[in-house]
């Protein structure tokens, strides 16, 4: 019998249901055992979000900080084959409830030693919120064998739009009957059933070596070098804005909503603003670093730690 622990924080159930057909031909073999945990914060976070309690929730993510989840309903102590790690990526960090998890002691007696494959359920930037994820299985002695990394494939402007429509609604339909859908399409989420053949036989072999190399032939994380080169400055000026905000309080400090404000207004501007521009400016200068941004790529696709 394998034994397989997948923890997963969703607020939506988008991420959920990729997980879920992810692992969906796993759950069909009776002779692998399958324990589903779903993080549960406490207090849980708004969803829909009201405006303020968003932006609030960029400090304690960037900065990794963790809060209070409700405990674990598995036994620590019990040794898996596997284990799959499911999330999504909030201001390109990994989610406060996941960071919580993954620095508690349960998540370092539960990964020493065992291969783990994460799961990410992205508007597109990734990568940032992946090397910090990266780090942390490495601290608890895990060993990341596999990614899979799911992503609105819109306009970057296009997909933040319906983005915050859909996270300060919870409607996951067509912003003013104009605007695509938001999040991940339904074809995407249902495709990531094919994950599941390399992962099973993977799991049953009990050899996850080559387990990464067949993810990314069925193209499991598709990157664009333009917003990896937006995404990894903005993480670095992300931390600057944690550090200034967080010297008023911590979350939900009213001390700080003059900041957060503050950052609200600076990243709209940056995003519609700026980021137009600065793309313009990779692809122009795209050949000049061409062998330089191959290597990053290649790199921010892998699972292995620099
Ligand atoms: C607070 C917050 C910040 C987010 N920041 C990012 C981000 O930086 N990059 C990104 O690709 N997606 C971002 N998203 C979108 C999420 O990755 C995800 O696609 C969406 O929240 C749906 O996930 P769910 O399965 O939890 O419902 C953010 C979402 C939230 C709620």
Redesign the pocket.
């Known amino acids: 019998m394998k034994k397989v622990l997948v923890i997963t924080y969703?607020?939506?159930?988008?991420?959920d249901e990729i997980v879920n057909n992810v692992t969906g031909q796993l759950q069909e073999d009776t002779s692998v055992d399958i324990h589903f945990e779903k993080l549960i914060p406490e207090p849980a976070f708004p969803f829909p979000?009201t405006d303020i309690s968003?932006w609030d929730?960029m400090p304690e993510s960037v900065k990794m900080i963790p809060a209070k989840i409700r405990p674990v309903t598995f036994n620590p102590d019990e040794k898996y084959d596997l284990i799959i790690l499911g999330y999504?990526?909030?201001?390109?960090s990994p989610p406060i409830p996941l960071t919580t998890f993954l620095k508690s002691e349960e998540a370092r007696m539960v990964m020493k030693d065992t291969p783990v494959v994460t799961v990410i359920?992205?508007?597109?930037?990734?990568v940032s919120a992946q090397e910090d994820i990266k780090k942390m299985i490495a601290e608890n002695g895990g060993k990341l064998v596999g990614n899979i990394a799911l992503?609105d494939r819109h306009q970057n402007l296009l997909s933040v739009v319906t983005?915050i429509y859909w996270?300060m609604t919870a409607k996951k339909d067509r912003y003013l009957g104009i605007f695509p859908k938001p999040?991940i399409s339904d074809k995407d989420i249902q495709g990531a059933k094919r994950f599941g053949l390399p992962l099973h036989e993977a799991l049953l072999s009990g050899n996850f070596a080559s387990l990464h190399q067949k993810l990314l032939e069925l193209n499991a994380a598709e990157l664009s070098f333009d917003i990896v080169a937006a995404e990894t400055r903005a993480k670095k000026i992300f931390h600057v804005w944690a550090g200034f905000i967080r010297k008023k309080g911590g979350p939900g400090d009213k001390e700080r909503t003059g900041r957060l404000k503050m950052f609200k207004w600076y990243l709209l501007f940056v995003i519609f603003a700026v980021s137009p521009l600065a793309s313009l400016v990779f692809y122009i200068t795209y050949p000049l670093f061409f062998i330089k941004i191959r290597k990053n790529l290649r790199y921010y696709k892998g699972v292995t730690l620099r």
Do not use: D, K, T
Request: glycine share 12%; aromatic share 20%; net charge positive.
């Open positions: 969703s607020q939506s159930g988008q991420l979000w968003f929730a999504p990526i909030w201001f390109l359920g992205a508007r597109n930037m990734w992503h983005i996270m999040g």
